[in-house]
């Protein structure tokens, strides 16, 4: 497997906080970001962002952002 870099990271946190202030809920959230292929995994750290359909983990999401 390729490593993802740090600019690839920001990237994909930048979408992923845009996703979240155009989205009314959670819910929607996760479905807008699984319609770019992204999707968001529940883990004892927090959540998680990944690639879907592989569920390949990209960064984590900042505790703010969930409901």
């Not at 870099?5 to 009314?24: G, H, N, P």
Request: aromatic share 8%.
């Amino acid at each position: 497997m390729a490593r993802i870099s740090a600019a690839e990271r920001q990237r994909t946190m930048d979408f992923v906080i845009e996703q979240r202030m155009l989205a009314r809920s959670d819910r929607a959230w996760r479905r807008r970001l699984a319609q770019f292929g992204y999707g968001l995994e529940d883990t004892e750290q927090g959540h998680r962002v990944t690639w879907l359909p592989y569920r390949r983990p990209i960064c984590v999401v900042p505790a703010g952002l969930t409901g």
